[in-house]
């Protein structure tokens, strides 16, 4: 009996035996044979093809069909303001002794150049927490006594918490004949002449920004869209809104590659493809998806709308509804002066390529954030009977402060390293008109969910007669800015002595003052094609810039920065010139 007992014990757990060993080689089998997933089915669906003398047609290849792959990276993140991303443009006319024109230095763009000790001394737990640092100093060239504060850009957001939106993107390629010169070459001359162009010494634009283009494509993602839009004389849809987890992006890297320039300039038909082609999704929710429009260009429209009004009114009903506009410069000719007017709109910034291997850098480091804006609108206002706002600087809304007024259209994440922002800040000149210390400061943003959001802080301004900063972001900053008004100063100078300029006289007169003063406003190139003017300086400004080096290397010591360095080179370059 004991033992039928334990007979039927076995046959109880037989089932389970039997499951067991199963499971087992189950385990086994798919270790030594993994299940491949499902093929998807990649689609080539590029369907621009070039005529004979280089303005394309809009013609539909087959669909042709290729298996392929596809691919993810610690610290707080701070903010920097909308608009430039680099001065670029004004080292590489400066290396190609050519003279810049005054918004080829815009400020922000500088500031995005370098880390800055925002000024923050607790925890911020928004979404942006501005700090404020103050500073006394003397001009280096006059010694006339200046204030300034700056406004520290802090988030709450963590990197390794922050996602991008997945993207809704059109990319915007220039295909013009402007582009066939040179990379480091002007496609006029200074009387507006066409430069005749049949092999470019060198790398031609065209070739820097399909590289770049190529480049870019490398940073979308399985769930992103993608359409590809070229225009000359018109617009032409390479590439209609496809999921790139469905497109074949090896081949249209390579179709990319393939393109060549012609025709004229048709801007607006550019911007008017790639919005109708991003209506459908202008309604998609803001808290998983960005819709946005990047624009490879040498920035020279000679069809079209070429006033800036015109541009500048799609931009803004595009931001309006959700679409933002990122403008990547090409060549050393690229019209900063058009891209400065039309960046003011809310979401929308721009980078110069100084070589394709650099953007491709760049890319690595900031596609994640130059594609996200988070702060729109934001305003300072300050309350003092004894400060008031003389200058701002680092914002692309500057022209719109008054004396109690800063503004910054649109804030970006940006990256921190030991502890400061890369172009974390925005600094204010103030002018001192009474004895009290106290500033009252009222900052309001809005979300990009429309949230309104305010926030309040008071702030001592001790009277010292001596120089003082209260941190190095501050004394990089003021540094910074003074460098950037001589600069500017230089050039505006320099144009007014070209036969007819029409340079304003005042302009010129703040240009010759001893200290450095903060620019006027340049009168403009008078057409949006970019004309080449040689490199050329003054004994005025050799006198000016050999002093201001000096300071700059001494507070360079201070400041202990040798990123610094580089600015110290173009003036070395000028003084020597």
Same mark, same amino acid.
């Given at each position: 009996m004991p033992r039928k007992k334990e007979v039927g014990k076995i046959k109880d757990l037989l089932p389970l035996i039997v499951i067991l060993g199963l499971t087992v080689f189950t385990i086994s089998y798919f270790q030594r044979n993994p299940v491949k997933p499902p093929y998807i089915e990649k689609v080539d669906d590029w369907q621009y093809t070039p005529t004979s003398d280089g303005i394309g047609n809009y013609s539909p290849l087959g669909i042709h069909q290729k298996i392929t792959g596809v691919a993810a990276p610690e610290s707080d993140l701070g903010f920097a303001a909308g608009g430039a991303k680099d001065i670029n443009n004004f080292r590489d006319n400066i290396e190609n002794n050519y003279l810049p024109i005054p918004t080829d230095l815009p400020y922000e763009g500088l500031f995005y150049d370098y880390y800055f000790d925002t000024g923050q001394a607790k925890q911020c737990n928004e979404l942006f927490c501005p700090s404020y640092s103050k500073a006394v100093t003397r001009d280096p060239l006059s010694a006339e006594t200046e204030y300034y504060m700056t406004v520290g850009l802090n988030s709450n957001l963590k990197k390794e918490d922050f996602e991008r939106k997945k993207l809704n993107l059109i990319l915007v390629l220039d295909v013009s004949g402007s582009m066939s010169s040179g990379f480091s070459e002007y496609y006029y001359d200074r009387f507006g002449n066409k430069h005749r162009v049949e092999e470019p010494s060198g790398k031609s634009k065209m070739e820097a920004a399909s590289e770049s283009l190529a480049a870019l494509t490398e940073h979308l993602e399985e769930g992103d869209r993608l359409g590809i839009v070229l225009f000359n004389n018109q617009a032409y849809k390479a590439k209609p809104m496809r999921l790139v987890e469905e497109t074949d992006m090896s081949a249209i890297r390579n179709h990319i590659l393939e393109i060549e320039a012609g025709g004229g300039t048709n801007m607006a038909a550019g911007m008017d493809m790639a919005t109708q082609m991003l209506q459908e999704y202008k309604n998609a929710d803001k808290s998983k998806y960005e819709n946005r429009i990047i624009f490879m260009t040498d920035m020279m429209p000679n069809i079209g709308v070429r006033s800036e009004s015109g541009l500048l009114g799609k931009m803004k009903d595009n931001a309006d509804d959700g679409i933002y506009t990122s403008f990547v410069g090409i060549g050393v000719d690229f019209n900063t002066e058009l891209v400065e007017a039309i960046t003011k709109v809310d979401g929308t910034n721009y980078f110069s390529v100084h070589s394709s291997k650099q953007f491709s850098e760049r890319m690595d480091d900031d596609f994640e954030y130059m594609v996200t804006p988070l702060v729109f609108d934001l305003t300072l206002e300050l309350d003092s009977d004894s400060y008031r706002i003389?200058?701002?600087?680092g914002s692309t809304a500057a022209d719109e402060a008054t004396g109690e007024i800063m503004k910054v259209n649109t804030l970006f994440p940006?990256?921190?390293?030991?502890?400061?922002? =890369?172009? $974390?800040?925005?600094?204010?000149?103030?002018? =001192?008109? $009474?004895?009290?210390?106290d500033l009252d400061l009222t900052v309001t943003y809005e979300t990009r969910e429309g949230e309104v959001r305010t926030s309040s802080s008071s702030v001592e301004f001790e009277i010292r007669e001596s120089e003082y900063f209260e941190n190095l972001g501050i004394r990089k900053a003021v540094l910074l800015t003074r460098y950037a008004d001589l600069m500017k100063n230089w050039i505006i100078y320099e144009r007014s002595q070209i036969p007819d300029s029409d340079v304003p006289i005042d302009a010129v007169r703040t240009a010759e003052m001893e200290g450095i003063e903060p620019p006027w406003i340049f009168p403009g190139l008078g057409r949006w094609e970019r004309q080449s003017k040689p490199l050329t300086i003054s004994e005025l400004y050799i006198e000016k810039i050999q002093l201001f080096k000096e300071h700059f290397e001494q507070e360079m010591d201070t400041i202990d920065d040798n990123t610094l360095e580089q600015e110290v080179d173009i003036m070395e370059k000028l003084a020597g010139y």
């Open positions: 003389k200058k701002v600087y940006s990256r921190k390293q030991d502890g400061e922002t =890369k172009g $974390g800040i925005v600094l204010l000149q103030l002018e =001192k008109i $009474g004895d009290d210390s």
